[in-house]
T-cell receptor, first 110, second 116 residues
Framework: GESVGLHLPTLSVQEGDNSIINCAYSNSASDYFIWYKQESGKGPQFIIDIRSNMDKRQGQRVTVLLNKTVKHLSLQIAATQPGDSAVYFCAGLTGNQFYFGTGTSLTVIP | GAVVSQHPSWVICKSGTSVKIECRSLDFQATTMFWYRQFPKQSLMLMATSNEGSKATYEQGVEKDKFLINHASLTLSTLTVTSAHPEDSSFYIC????????????FGPGTRLTVL
């Protein structure tokens, strides 16, 4: 089956610093990726997406980078805030289904 | 974005009972719904995909008779955990997709199942 995995299970950053969350995927056929944010006890919330024909996409305080050569994508959060504390997942679209990575728990230290 | 609701948000039941979880698309017609399972501190695992009016397609390793999925209308899918046991305790999340692009998938808030 699909495998989308993250390098780091936990990440702690100081408020105001930038955060970088990484994700590796194995299926080269995945042509679309989404980063989700999940707060405790809630469903995933869409953050940003990127298609495989792009290598970078920017949103508000977030940037996603895609490196298809090494099957890696990252989520960069600028000026991390306490409200950014959550678990972040990447998900890759294969066929018509999304498969999720293992998740990174981000803790922002005030 | 589109709204997907789940009911109940939290259920506690005794071992051996069956529990039904509802997933509703509130402002769009969901032609496809997905059911995920999430254990604490783990990722979402896709359990099954259901298209309105047809049988669900289950992922490998997911018991069809254990997790009954019904997608009887374009706004409602149900997941029934039959004869629940403590190991079925988990966070169950549904998502729904309408007639738009396959990448437009909207998630529900999840249902926490605790089996005593």
């Amino acid at each position: 089956g699909e495998s989308v995995g993250l390098h780091l299970p936990t990440l702690s950053v100081q408020e105001g610093d930038n955060s970088i969350i990484n994700c590796a995927y194995s299926n080269s056929a995945s042509d679309y990726f989404i980063w989700y944010k999940q707060e405790s006890g809630k469903g995933p919330q869409f953050i940003i997406d990127i298609r495989s024909n792009m290598d970078k996409r920017q949103g508000q305080r977030v940037t996603v980078l895609l490196n298809k050569t090494v099957k890696h994508l990252s989520l960069q959060i600028a000026a991390t805030q306490p409200g950014d504390s959550a678990v972040y997942f990447c998900a890759g679209l294969t066929g018509n289904q999304f498969y999720f990575g293992t998740g990174t728990s981000l803790t922002v230290i005030p | 974005g589109a709204v997907v609701s789940q009911h109940p948000s939290w259920v506690i039941c005794k071992s051996g009972t069956s529990v039904k979880i509802e997933c509703r698309s509130l402002d769009f017609q969901a032609t496809t719904m997905f059911w995920y399972r999430q254990f604490p501190k783990q990722s979402l695992m896709l359990m099954a995909t259901s298209n309105e009016g047809s049988k669900a397609t289950y992922e490998q390793g997911v018991e069809k008779d254990k997790f009954l999925i019904n997608h009887a209308s374009l706004t409602l899918s149900t997941l029934t955990v039959t004869s629940a046991h403590p190991e079925d305790s988990s966070f169950y999340i549904c998502s729904a997709r309408g007639r738009g692009p396959v990448n437009e998938q909207f998630f529900g808030p999840g249902t926490r199942l605790t089996v005593l």
